[in-house]
């Protein structure tokens, strides 16, 4: 018998199977296209280049940006994980892509300048080993036939036989791979067939491959580039009960143990024939924002998790006022700080000052001693800082310690809706 | 007044050229009247030439990386502005540094409007297929960018689309690359460029990969400003995507969830060995049905392990053999033979070990006569190191003994060196691990190193013995090790 699916398949055109796929891959929160090595095709024989940034080539009204070709090879699946669109139990039309028509679409949308490469990823087909084995066949032939040399992110399916996810390395820019939930009981809870310590496997074979491969052999000849643009992994937030300081201490780890260039939060949003199982809220987006906030001071400023997370009530960010401004309200007496004077790490934690606008501090401050309209010029925040520095001409007074500072910042108490 | 003619293209060239003139021969800023592509107004023009020395001069190279960026802003004051920095740096060298100085913040500014706008082309350029018969394809593109940022642009076009010709058509100046050469010409109206069916594709894929739960308008138009929209093929369908945004959600919401597809029940008893079982019942009943690697196939059965379930020593061997994978029981082989005998020297009860294999199905190929074992690969090892991880956590055992490389390398993780570490005792998360050859190696060998190899085992077997009687740890010992 043929059944209704296959049916569906047989008359799919491009167009709606494009419009099936991509639908499918809009959980996945990751679109960066940055940080591999240099290409270009100046020699005239290929198709594309890479330059340490990526470009976002167009942005949705969802104010994500759009810079590569995110896809599904597939979203038939045999796994039933609650929170996903694609799992087996849902309803939603299935379609499958052939190699041809996955790499005419990137090749023809880059050619017009739409996208920087591609983002694969896909469902679970028969078993682990063919779906990963069926992408990594993609990859090989933009990159071998095509003379692909735009950027290409392959999701990583994390049953796959390590020699097959060690293939994907040589082609893909990067791999990812999802831890999908903060903790390993919410993934057997919400993903009964996805086992964390296989997840955790994967990573750490990825990151042993990209060790590898940075090693030169006994002749000096270096092994070929491994996933140059590291890997990356997504955790859903506000779909289990998992608190901000479980899921930034859960990052931490992460980062560490195998060196995840970003950890992605993607907040929790509701799916079409959703189960019963999940919550069908708005998704908390303050929430993935404070994360990132979190994640970015982790990683760029300095502070660790346990400071971030020390004043959270019941273990979650203020969603009121960013983290920074929160550890700052609660460290006031290592405040006002002059800025003339003060260290690095110290300008770091300023409110309102971020990386670059303490890098200017650092230099023109050799120059000349620093105002408050000089401080403007630099690119700090002053709305935010002036309560906690003090320069040439000002100083912040009592206001550091004034107890309605928080509120100051924090937005006007909303009324509850009543419906 | 000196004026200073600067062209439009090549305009940066023309700048530094007369500038650095101009520095050599002394000319302060307010003497200087720069006419961009003759768009000076005629009442201060004077008759007096620029100078044309060449003279080297020194300029930090801070500002040499900023001028080349901020002449191609669109404020008519750049050229002066930058002049009259740069008349400064002759006497102040460090003023590159002052961040907070007026007037470098303002130039700064400029630099980064511009960056901004090339930025911004790349990333908007919409390029159309021109479907041109010749040996290379052929794209155009209509841009509006708003400051000069075509010509020092067109380079980052070149080397990434080098294997098609483009033009990039703008009001300002026009890019074309052809056949790997780059030139620049006057700009132009809007031209008409044949339709594209990739649009409509694309048309698709945008609002497909929008989320309408995750509005956000303001953080797309902070990136994606209306100006630009009338060049972007996609741009079109945003007001329909906001409009219909809230109702899809509502809608998404109210619609009942719907009974599961009839595949999946077929599906779900698929996987059901997925999750770790927790009891040898479970694990019995998940090996027989296991598919986890395409062994079972051919194989006539999965062979588990057999033994009492309290043992304090495992044996794991490498896969089961013909003999038995048609018996369906671990060692009844010719090598599970030879390994009983070599037991019996050593004083080791085999019939009180758990014995099973690192792959629980036979792999082989046909022979002639009889089907001929097949080493398995790293693949198989490690979809079975699934089970042969059930069973070291069910069975708990004091110590574990790797016959061969394969054993060894499910066991402790590493499958290297056999030789060199055989009659060794390795610590494991899942206690130490006693490392000695397969038996089948021992078969395979020429009759005259038997003996000696024999011996060998028979005195890693012993070893076997001894630690046994040593380790007897009590238990709440062996909690905290696992």
Same mark, same amino acid.
């Given at each position: 018998m043929v059944s209704e699916h296959t049916m569906n398949n047989m008359t799919q055109t491009l167009q709606q199977k494009l419009a099936i796929l991509s639908d499918a891959a809009r959980y996945d929160a990751s679109c960066t296209s940055s940080g591999t090595t240099r290409r270009d095709s100046r020699d005239g024989k290929g198709l594309g280049s890479t330059e340490g940034a990526g470009i976002c080539h167009a942005y949705a009204p969802d104010g994500r940006c759009i810079s590569l070709l995110k896809i599904l090879m597939t979203n038939f699946c045999i796994y039933d994980c609650a929170y996903c669109v694609n799992r087996v139990s849902s309803n939603v039309t299935r379609a499958r892509f052939s190699v041809d028509e996955v790499v005419s679409l990137t090749l023809e949308f880059y050619r017009r300048n739409y996208i920087e490469g591609l983002f694969l990823s896909s469902g679970v087909i028969r078993n682990p080993d063919d779906t990963m084995a069926d992408m990594v066949r993609i990859a090989k032939r933009l990159r071998t036939v095509e003379n692909f040399r735009g950027y290409i992110h392959l999701k990583t399916i994390p049953d796959a036989a390590p020699e097959i996810i060690a293939e994907a390395g040589l082609y893909a820019d990067r791999l990812s791979i999802n831890v999908e939930l903060p903790t390993d009981r919410s993934v057997q809870a919400? &993903?009964?067939?996805?086992n964390p310590a296989t997840i955790r496997a994967a990573m750490g074979d990825v990151r042993a491959s990209r060790d590898a491969s940075k090693e030169k052999s006994h002749t000096g000849k270096r092994p070929p580039k491994f996933a140059p643009a590291g890997q990356s992994t997504q955790m859903i937030v506000g779909a289990d009960g998992a608190t901000d300081a479980t899921i930034l201490t859960r990052s931490t780890s992460l980062y560490d143990d195998y060196k995840l260039r970003r950890v992605y939060y993607s907040a929790f949003s509701p799916i079409p024939d959703?189960? &019963?199982?999940?919550p069908l809220i708005k998704p908390p987006l303050m929430r993935e924002h404070r994360l990132y906030q979190a994640d970015w001071l982790m990683r760029f400023y300095g502070f660790g998790v346990e400071e971030i997370t020390a004043g959270a009530q019941d273990g979650n960010l203020d969603l009121e006022i960013d983290p920074k401004l929160a550890w700052a309200l609660q460290n006031r007496h290592r405040f006002p700080l002059d800025v003339n004077k003060a260290g690095r790490d110290m300008l770091l934690r300023v409110p309102g000052f971020g990386t670059k606008t303490v890098n200017r501090i650092l230099t023109t401050r050799r120059y000349r001693t620093l105002r408050y309209d000089d401080l403007l010029r630099l690119g700090a925040s002053l709305k935010k800082a002036r309560a906690f520095v003090t320069a040439l001409d000002w100083t912040p007074g009592n206001l550091t310690d004034s107890i309605d500072l928080r509120a100051r910042f924090a937005p006007p108490p909303e009324q509850l809706t009543l419906f | 007044m000196i004026g200073v003619p600067l062209p439009r293209i090549g305009t940066w060239e023309a700048w530094r050229d007369a500038a650095r003139g101009l520095l050599s021969a002394r000319v @302060? @800023? $307010?003497?200087i009247l720069w006419n961009w592509d003759n768009t000076?107004? $005629?009442?201060? $023009?004077?008759?007096i030439p620029p100078p044309t020395t060449r003279q080297a001069i020194k300029v930090p190279a801070d500002f040499v990386a900023m001028a080349q960026w901020v002449v191609w802003h669109k404020d008519p004051q750049r050229f002066a502005r930058l002049y009259a920095l740069l008349w400064r740096l002759r006497l102040d060298k460090g003023a590159m540094a002052d961040r907070a100085d007026p007037e470098l913040a303002r130039l700064r500014q400029m630099e980064k409007a511009v960056h901004r706008c090339k930025h911004k082309m790349r990333a908007f350029v919409r390029f159309r297929d021109l479907r041109s018969d010749g040996p290379r394809r052929s794209f155009a593109a209509w841009f509006e960018p708003t400051h000069h940022t075509v010509e020092p642009n067109a380079p980052f076009f070149a080397r990434r689309f080098a294997d098609m010709d483009w033009m990039i058509v703008t009001p300002d100046v026009t890019a074309k690359f052809s056949s790997g050469t780059l030139s620049f010409h006057e700009g132009r109206e809007r031209p008409d460029l044949p339709d594209d069916a990739a649009e409509a594709l694309w048309g698709t894929y945008f609002q497909n990969i929008f989320n309408p739960a995750r509005l956000k308008v303001s953080a797309m138009t902070s990136e994606m400003p209306k100006k630009y929209w009338k060049n972007l093929p996609e741009a079109q369908y945003i007001p329909d995507m906001i409009a219909q945004a809230e109702t899809r959600v509502r809608e998404m919401a109210e619609t009942a969830p719907t009974l599961e597809p009839a595949r999946v029940a077929r599906i779900h008893a698929q996987l059901q060995e997925a999750p770790q079982p927790a009891s040898w019942n479970l694990l019995t009943a998940g090996l027989a049905g296991c598919t986890r690697c395409p062994l079972h196939g051919p194989a006539t059965q999965v062979v588990p392990g057999a033994g009492p379930h309290d043992a304090a020593l495992m044996i794991v061997g490498e896969q089961p053999g013909d003999q038995e994978d048609l018996a369906g029981t671990p060692f009844v082989g010719p090598a599970g033979q030879l390994f009983d005998q070599l037991a019996a020297r050593a004083g080791?009860?085999?019939?009180a070990a758990y014995v099973t294999n690192a792959v629980k199905h036979f792999k082989f190929k046909e022979g002639a006569k009889r089907r001929l074992h097949v080493n398995p690969n790293t693949s198989e090892v490690s979809h079975c190191k699934f089970w042969l991880d059930t069973e070291r956590t069910l069975l708990r055992p004091k110590l574990t003994l790797a016959l061969g490389g394969t054993a060894m390398g499910a066991l402790t993780g590493d499958a290297k060196a056999v030789m060199k570490r055989r009659g060794s005792i390795e610590d494991t998360p899942h206690g130490p691990v006693l490392i000695t050859l397969h038996p089948s190696a021992l078969l395979r060998m020429p009759p005259a190193a038997r003996p000696e190899a024999e011996a060998a085992m028979v005195s890693d077997l012993q070893l076997a013995v001894r630690t046994l009687a040593s380790l007897a740890p009590p238990m709440d010992q062996r909690q905290a090790r696992g």
């Amino acid at each position: 018998m043929v059944s209704e699916h296959t049916m569906n398949n047989m008359t799919q055109t491009l167009q709606q199977k494009l419009a099936i796929l991509s639908d499918a891959a809009r959980y996945d929160a990751s679109c960066t296209s940055s940080g591999t090595t240099r290409r270009d095709s100046r020699d005239g024989k290929g198709l594309g280049s890479t330059e340490g940034a990526g470009i976002c080539h167009a942005y949705a009204p969802d104010g994500r940006c759009i810079s590569l070709l995110k896809i599904l090879m597939t979203n038939f699946c045999i796994y039933d994980c609650a929170y996903c669109v694609n799992r087996v139990s849902s309803n939603v039309t299935r379609a499958r892509f052939s190699v041809d028509e996955v790499v005419s679409l990137t090749l023809e949308f880059y050619r017009r300048n739409y996208i920087e490469g591609l983002f694969l990823s896909s469902g679970v087909i028969r078993n682990p080993d063919d779906t990963m084995a069926d992408m990594v066949r993609i990859a090989k032939r933009l990159r071998t036939v095509e003379n692909f040399r735009g950027y290409i992110h392959l999701k990583t399916i994390p049953d796959a036989a390590p020699e097959i996810i060690a293939e994907a390395g040589l082609y893909a820019d990067r791999l990812s791979i999802n831890v999908e939930l903060p903790t390993d009981r919410s993934v057997q809870a919400f &993903a009964p067939e996805k086992n964390p310590a296989t997840i955790r496997a994967a990573m750490g074979d990825v990151r042993a491959s990209r060790d590898a491969s940075k090693e030169k052999s006994h002749t000096g000849k270096r092994p070929p580039k491994f996933a140059p643009a590291g890997q990356s992994t997504q955790m859903i937030v506000g779909a289990d009960g998992a608190t901000d300081a479980t899921i930034l201490t859960r990052s931490t780890s992460l980062y560490d143990d195998y060196k995840l260039r970003r950890v992605y939060y993607s907040a929790f949003s509701p799916i079409p024939d959703s189960t &019963a199982k999940l919550p069908l809220i708005k998704p908390p987006l303050m929430r993935e924002h404070r994360l990132y906030q979190a994640d970015w001071l982790m990683r760029f400023y300095g502070f660790g998790v346990e400071e971030i997370t020390a004043g959270a009530q019941d273990g979650n960010l203020d969603l009121e006022i960013d983290p920074k401004l929160a550890w700052a309200l609660q460290n006031r007496h290592r405040f006002p700080l002059d800025v003339n004077k003060a260290g690095r790490d110290m300008l770091l934690r300023v409110p309102g000052f971020g990386t670059k606008t303490v890098n200017r501090i650092l230099t023109t401050r050799r120059y000349r001693t620093l105002r408050y309209d000089d401080l403007l010029r630099l690119g700090a925040s002053l709305k935010k800082a002036r309560a906690f520095v003090t320069a040439l001409d000002w100083t912040p007074g009592n206001l550091t310690d004034s107890i309605d500072l928080r509120a100051r910042f924090a937005p006007p108490p909303e009324q509850l809706t009543l419906f | 007044m000196i004026g200073v003619p600067l062209p439009r293209i090549g305009t940066w060239e023309a700048w530094r050229d007369a500038a650095r003139g101009l520095l050599s021969a002394r000319v @302060p @800023p $307010e003497d200087i009247l720069w006419n961009w592509d003759n768009t000076a107004t $005629e009442l201060f $023009e004077t008759d007096i030439p620029p100078p044309t020395t060449r003279q080297a001069i020194k300029v930090p190279a801070d500002f040499v990386a900023m001028a080349q960026w901020v002449v191609w802003h669109k404020d008519p004051q750049r050229f002066a502005r930058l002049y009259a920095l740069l008349w400064r740096l002759r006497l102040d060298k460090g003023a590159m540094a002052d961040r907070a100085d007026p007037e470098l913040a303002r130039l700064r500014q400029m630099e980064k409007a511009v960056h901004r706008c090339k930025h911004k082309m790349r990333a908007f350029v919409r390029f159309r297929d021109l479907r041109s018969d010749g040996p290379r394809r052929s794209f155009a593109a209509w841009f509006e960018p708003t400051h000069h940022t075509v010509e020092p642009n067109a380079p980052f076009f070149a080397r990434r689309f080098a294997d098609m010709d483009w033009m990039i058509v703008t009001p300002d100046v026009t890019a074309k690359f052809s056949s790997g050469t780059l030139s620049f010409h006057e700009g132009r109206e809007r031209p008409d460029l044949p339709d594209d069916a990739a649009e409509a594709l694309w048309g698709t894929y945008f609002q497909n990969i929008f989320n309408p739960a995750r509005l956000k308008v303001s953080a797309m138009t902070s990136e994606m400003p209306k100006k630009y929209w009338k060049n972007l093929p996609e741009a079109q369908y945003i007001p329909d995507m906001i409009a219909q945004a809230e109702t899809r959600v509502r809608e998404m919401a109210e619609t009942a969830p719907t009974l599961e597809p009839a595949r999946v029940a077929r599906i779900h008893a698929q996987l059901q060995e997925a999750p770790q079982p927790a009891s040898w019942n479970l694990l019995t009943a998940g090996l027989a049905g296991c598919t986890r690697c395409p062994l079972h196939g051919p194989a006539t059965q999965v062979v588990p392990g057999a033994g009492p379930h309290d043992a304090a020593l495992m044996i794991v061997g490498e896969q089961p053999g013909d003999q038995e994978d048609l018996a369906g029981t671990p060692f009844v082989g010719p090598a599970g033979q030879l390994f009983d005998q070599l037991a019996a020297r050593a004083g080791l009860d085999r019939k009180a070990a758990y014995v099973t294999n690192a792959v629980k199905h036979f792999k082989f190929k046909e022979g002639a006569k009889r089907r001929l074992h097949v080493n398995p690969n790293t693949s198989e090892v490690s979809h079975c190191k699934f089970w042969l991880d059930t069973e070291r956590t069910l069975l708990r055992p004091k110590l574990t003994l790797a016959l061969g490389g394969t054993a060894m390398g499910a066991l402790t993780g590493d499958a290297k060196a056999v030789m060199k570490r055989r009659g060794s005792i390795e610590d494991t998360p899942h206690g130490p691990v006693l490392i000695t050859l397969h038996p089948s190696a021992l078969l395979r060998m020429p009759p005259a190193a038997r003996p000696e190899a024999e011996a060998a085992m028979v005195s890693d077997l012993q070893l076997a013995v001894r630690t046994l009687a040593s380790l007897a740890p009590p238990m709440d010992q062996r909690q905290a090790r696992g």
